[in-house]
Every structure is written in C-alpha cells, then in structure tokens.
C-alpha cells in the first residue's frame, strides 16, 4: 500500500504540473514563435512583390493584379493577399482574401501597434500582417498578407503530446527512484545508522563482508563520528564536577581507556619489615597525596623506586604488587637502585643538585660528575622499565618530578608515539640561578621530551620558559606557550595541583570536638589551651626555623601566650642522608629547646617538636585539632599540607597562616599570608589568628574550602588527560592530512 502510494503520488503530481502548468506554457511559447515567423515571412514577402506589383499599379493592369496575386497565394502557407490603395478604397486582393478585411480597417490595425493581426475565421485562425506600400499614385498604399494559422495549433498539438509522454516518463522515473531510494535509504540507511550508533559500522554486516572495499569508508567514517562526538563534547571543565568517576569517564571516552603509566622516585606503598611482621607506610609526599587517589581512579601502572626494606618480599617476578593493600586498584612496579645508585642520583643530584637550584632556599647547591653520571643511568633504567611496562605503542605517561628530568627524552626515543606528560612538583628558578648547573642543557633537552610539560604556576612556565630561550637552540612561542626542540614540540602549562576531595571518610571518622579532645590529651594539654599545627618533612625549604623565631616573637610582643599556647610541629624525617638535613634537623631540635627553655613556665611548653613519621590519619586528627596551621615555606611549588588543612575543617573553624613564597598562596588569598623571612609580620599574624572570630574564622574557612572543592587534584589530573587527548587527537588528525597528501 505504502509503496503504490510512493509510486502513483509523484506521477498525480507531474499530470497536474503538466494540465496547470507545462501546457498553457508550451501553447503560450509555441504561438510566439510561430507569430515570429509569420511576421518574418511577411515581411520577406512583401519586399519580393514591391517592386512586380508597383509596376503592375502603376500600369493600372488590376486584373492582373489579381491574377498575380492568386498565382502567389498558392504557396501552401499564404492564405491571401490584398492591397488597398487608400482607407476608403476597395481592397484588391486575391479570390481567397476573408471579407471582414477591409482597406478602412488597416489604419486601426497598424494604430494598436502590433506586428500582425489574429484573427477567426472558418478556415480557422489567420495571421494579418499589413505592410505599408507606398507610390506616387497611392502615397497611402498598403499590403495585406494573410497567412493560414491552422499549422499553428496542429503543431502545438503535437507539441503537447510529446511534452506529455516527456513529462509521464519522467514522472514514471521519479516515482520508480523515489521508490527504490525509499525502499533503501530508509530500511538500510536506518539500519545502518542503528548499527553506528551501536558502534558496529555504517552498514549491515553480510553488506559490508560483501564489499569489502568499504571497509576503510567505515574505519574513517567511525572515526569522524568519535572525532566529532569529542570535539563537541563539553569540553568547558568548570561544568565537570570533578570526582574519581569523572576522571575515569575522561579515561574511557577522551583516551578510550588507553595504558597509563605513573613514574615518579617516591612509591605510594612501602613495606617494612619490622622484626616477624610487613608493616605498609604511606610516605610523606605531596606528589604521592596527589597522584594515589588518581591511580586508584585509573588502574593503569605506577613505576618507582622500592625503597621499602621489604619491598622485594612482596613483589611477584615482574617486580609488581598490586596495592593500596587493603583493597588492590592498580600495579606497582617496583624499581630496585643499588646503594651507590640511590646516593649519587637520589641523595647527590637530585637532592643536594637540583633541589636546592630549584628552591631559593639559600643552600648552595653541590655538583658532582660522579652523581650525574648515576642520575643518568637511574634515569634510564626508569625509561626501560616503563617502555617494559608499555602495552602500547603510544601510552599515556606521566612522568613525575625532579628526579626523573632526563627520562621524557629517554622515553620518547623508545616509544615516538607516547604521550609524555612531566610535571615538576617543584618551582623553577629564573635562568640566572639554573645557569649553575653543569649540566643545564641535558636537563632541559631530557624535559623537553615530554608533549606537555607542567607546572604549578605560571611564574614557573615563565621562568623555564625563559630557560629553554636563554641556553637552547629552541623555537619558544610565548603566545602559546609552546617550545619546539629537535623537530619535537612541548606544550608548557600551568597546572596547579591540590588534593582529593572530598577528603576521604576514614580521615574525617573522628568528629572536631573528639580531635580537640584527643590530641590534647595525647600531648597533655588542658582542654581549652590554644594549639597551632605545622606538619611537613624536616627539610630546610619548609622555613620551620623561622617559623619558631615566629613563635618565639609571639610570645616575647604578647607574654600572655606563654602557657597558654603551644604549637605541635610535625616534622617527617627525610633525606637524613644528607649533611644539609642533618645540620637542619640539629638546628630545628636544638631551636625548639632553646626556646621551650626561654619561655619554661608553669604549663606547657610553647613548641611540641615531633620527628617522626605520622599516618594520614594521624595527621587529620591534628588538623581537626587546631585553632591555627602555619605554613612558611621559603619557597615551594604549591604546598598541599595547606589544602590539607582547609579540607580537614568541615566545622569551617581555624585560620590558616600561609607563606607568600608557595604556590597555595596564589589560590588561597582568605589565609593570613606572610613573609615567612619577617618575624614581627608572622607574629602578628599568629596573634591575629589566635583571637580571631568565629564568625570570621568560618568566613574565610568557608571561601577556602570551596576553592580547593572546585580546583581537586581530580581537577588537576583530569585537565592534563584532557589535554593529552586533545593533542592526540590533533596528531592523528595530523598525520591522516599528511597521508592524505601523499
Ligand atoms: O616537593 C617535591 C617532592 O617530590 C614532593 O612531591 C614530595 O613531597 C617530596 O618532594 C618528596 O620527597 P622525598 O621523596 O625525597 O621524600
């Protein structure tokens, strides 16, 4: 039923373009051009006869005349001719000449400007062209021609007809395509835009086994499909609300699950044997806070170095464990350094080098061959453990840190289709300061490497940036922040990062008022005594000692804190390796006692000094515990302990002091910012927190916890991905122009 109606429809439609529209058209059309003719023909006519017929006028000889013009009108076509010599006089014409021509009547014929005159007659329709005919003796004369018309509608008749059986047959044509297009496009094209939707291809199956030569259309037309579905994709990340699943779904739809590959120094799970049993230790390291909650999200590999004194009893024969222990999310690969390995590259360059370089923390940096040479071949046994660990030839991987500066370049050389993401969680100093190592220019080449490299501010972009210009022979684009090095361009970013949020629940079990409770108990405190909270690795760069000089001013311009304030620091060993921290930890521990002993009263002591290792868990119970947390960092990239903090205060109460020199201070402008340097400006500002209202308190809590809410690690992360998908996508769509240009 369907199908005669898609067949007879377009055919009653062309019947009734061709009865309103085609004929009256082709009659209309069809009598011009005869009209035309006609005139033309009169015209060629009369001039023929001027010159016979003057003569025979002239002569007076009218019957010949007539005679004459019989004899012409026997042409098939010229029905009659006349000539009246003036208005009033009668017509001269031959036998066949229709009486209701007259000579009065040309006049008027000429008058209404036409080239010919219609006109019925029962022969049928006649063409009457008058010529005017001039002589001495008829200055007014004129000839009549008239021609048989009848031709005319026989023809266009026949015209007719053939437009008909034109305009049926096309009709018939359309109405069969229309039909058969039907039956295709709309059962098969459905179908196959079903099945692309469905992911399996344009066409049906036993379609495209059949045609195999489509099979690249396919390959290329589901490719558009997904370039398309990601370039629309909302890619405006403030509308994402950033959570582990958020960033599993940029995984799995930006990077189509694609293998992900963590290298950083610092493992995120030691094991230590301690006598019969393995006890787990999660390591004091921004970089690990950061990166765990997003290994968990994406379950790919984390490489790095086993440092624990157990590590090797719990690896199987690839040198992987699976972890976090309690509930196994992703593989650790583990790395294994010798002695001699871990103190040139560990201890030497990377910490007694490149830190302090990096950190203008005044601790002259210490450069030696023989701890490069080792930063080197750790480096690369880190790049052949991830080319081992690679699945593909083009993973995603994420290379971490300082430690790690040569291994982008040593990567890439392996795998030229990776996706090498660097981030340097520490700062970078201005060209002049990083001009003193040696070996600046390897650096820079080996970071170089990378597809993206990122920062914590943009103040470090501009810096290395301005590296990469100074020493290198390198194209820099500042409008875009791109450097092109050895045929190999890096995108050099700001990317911020912070921590996980919402924090997770097990840290957040205790409520505030049990912390308060609790952590004043454990360092005997009476329960309404003022505590401060500073948590970091007992490293120089964290400013603990101008910190306790705060302290000491606090109570030296406001004596009635003594007793009634103590500031709990935590300090992670780290790096004990090292002379520099081992003079730093004397100096901090001899500090805390000389100034307990200043200020030995009645009560608690001012400073709680903690040189041990403390578990996060721990670590938020302080956090929920205090009235304030000071951070005076000399320099740091971010500084997540102060994120840490702020996400630890769900009852939107404790003020946050904060060093200007770390990265946080440029995100958190509601903290009491300092100059960690200016002792009397930090003491004023640990006075002002201590007596701070609660109103205000909240206020300020309130604003900072919405910004690290927003801006998560998960955020961080999943910006890095996004872009590491967008410059896939960009190369592929490249190097398809490029074959397509071959
Ligand atoms: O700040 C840089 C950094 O790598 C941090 O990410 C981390 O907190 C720290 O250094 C790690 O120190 P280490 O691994 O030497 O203990």
Redesign the pocket.
């Known amino acids: 039923m369907r199908l005669s109606l898609r067949f007879v429809l377009p055919l009653l439609l062309v019947l009734a373009a061709i009865a309103y529209g085609v004929a009256p058209l082709v009659d209309r059309l069809t009598l011009g051009w005869f009209v035309r003719d006609l005139d033309m023909r009169s015209a060629l006519i009369a001039n023929t006869i001027q010159e016979p017929l003057q003569e025979q006028l002239a002569a007076g000889r009218k019957a010949k005349t007539g005679e004459f013009f019989n004899r012409i009108t026997q042409d098939e076509r010229l029905f009659a001719v006349g000539y009246c010599a003036a208005p009033a006089s009668p017509v001269l014409a031959s036998r066949s000449l229709p009486a209701q021509i007259r000579c009065n009547d040309l006049e008027r014929w000429q008058g209404q400007g036409a080239t010919a005159h219609l006109l019925a007659s029962a022969q049928g329709p006649l063409h009457v062209a008058v010529k005017r005919m001039p002589s001495e003796a008829a200055p007014e004369g004129q000839l009549v021609l008239v021609h048989d018309m009848s031709f005319v509608t026989r023809r266009s008749k026949e015209t007719q007809q053939y437009v008909f059986y034109a305009f049926m047959a096309l009709g018939a044509i359309i109405s069969l395509v229309t039909v058969i297009i039907a039956q295709l496009s709309w059962r098969g094209w459905m179908a196959g835009m079903h099945s692309l939707l469905r992911g399996e291809g344009l066409l049906r199956r036993p379609v495209l086994d059949a045609l195999p030569e489509f099979k690249p259309i396919e390959r290329d037309l589901q490719r558009l499909v997904r370039e398309l579905e990601a370039t629309t994709r909302a890619r405006d990340e403030s509308q994402i609300t950033w959570t582990p699943e958020a960033l599993r779904t940029i995984l799995h739809t930006e990077l189509r699950g694609e293998d992900v590959i963590v290298v950083?120094?610092?493992e995120p799970y030691i094991h230590q044997r301690r006598g019969e049993r393995i006890e787990v230790q999660r390591?004091?390291?921004?970089?690990?806070?950061?990166l765990e909650p997003i290994m968990r999200a994406c379950s790919g590999t984390w490489v790095a170095h086993g440092s624990g004194s157990a590590d090797r009893e719990v690896v199987d024969k690839s040198d992987c464990v699976a972890v976090p222990p309690e509930s196994p999310a992703y593989q650790l690969r583990r790395v294994w350094l010798t002695p001699e390995e871990e103190a040139g590259y560990?201890y030497g360059f990377?910490?007694e080098g490149l830190?302090p370089l990096c950190h203008i923390a005044h601790v002259r940096p210490t450069f030696r061959s023989g701890d490069w040479a080792q930063y080197v071949a750790v480096n690369r046994k880190f790049a052949q453990a991830v080319v081992r660990q690679a699945k593909t030839k083009n993973p995603v991987v994420l290379v971490?840190?300082?430690?790690l500066a040569l291994l982008p370049k040593m990567i890439r050389d392996e795998l030229p289709d990776a996706t090498i993401i660097t981030f340097w969680?520490?700062p970078w100093p201005n060209p002049e300061s990083f001009a003193i190592c040696p070996w600046r220019e390897d650096i820079l080449a080996g970071m170089l490497g990378s597809s993206i490299l990122g920062f914590h501010t943009q103040f470090h972009c501009n810096n290395f940036v301005d590296t990469v210009d100074r020493f290198l022979e390198a194209r820099v684009d500042r409008e875009s922040f791109n450097v092109s090095f050895g045929g190999k361009s890096t995108a050099v970013q700001r990317y911020p990062i912070s921590i996980a949020w919402p924090p997770e629940p097990e840290m957040m079990a205790q409520d505030v008022a049990q912390c308060r409770t609790s952590v004043r108990e454990l360092n005997d405190l009476p329960a309404e005594h003022k505590l401060g909270v500073g948590v970091d690795?007992l490293?120089y760069?964290k400013g603990i000692v101008e910190r306790f000089r705060a302290i000491e001013q606090l109570l030296e311009l406001n004596p009635h804190w003594i007793g009634r304030f103590t500031f709990v620091q935590i300090a992670?060993p780290?790096?004990s390796g090292i002379d520099e921290y081992q003079h730093h930890e004397a100096q901090v521990r001899a500090m805390a006692t000389r100034i307990n002993t200043r200020f030995e009263r009645q009560g608690p002591p001012p400073i709680v000094l903690k040189v041990e290792h403390h578990e996060p868990r721990a670590v938020y119970a302080y956090f929920r515990a205090a009235d304030l947390c000071f951070v005076s960092s000399l320099h740091?990239?971010?500084n997540?302990v102060a994120k840490e903090f702020i996400a630890a205060r769900d009852d939107e109460r404790g003020v946050l002091v904060l060093s200007e020199f770390t990265g946080a201070a440029r995100e958190l402008p509601e903290a009491l910012i300092v100059n960690p340097y200016d002792a009397d400006q930090c003491a004023a500002a640990l006075h002002l927190a201590l007596t701070m209202p609660e109103a205000e308190q909240r206020d300020r809590m309130r604003l900072m916890r919405g910004l690290v809410a927003e801006y998560n690690v998960f955020r961080w992360a999943g910006r890095m991905l996004l872009d590491a998908a967008a410059m896939r996508r960009r190369s592929r769509l490249a190097s398809q122009k490029g074959r397509a240009r071959l």
């Open positions: 950083s120094n610092r390591p004091a390291s921004g970089l690990v806070t950061a560990y990377a910490n830190w971490q840190d300082y430690h969680h520490i690795r490293d760069t992670a780290t790096r740091d990239g971010m997540l």
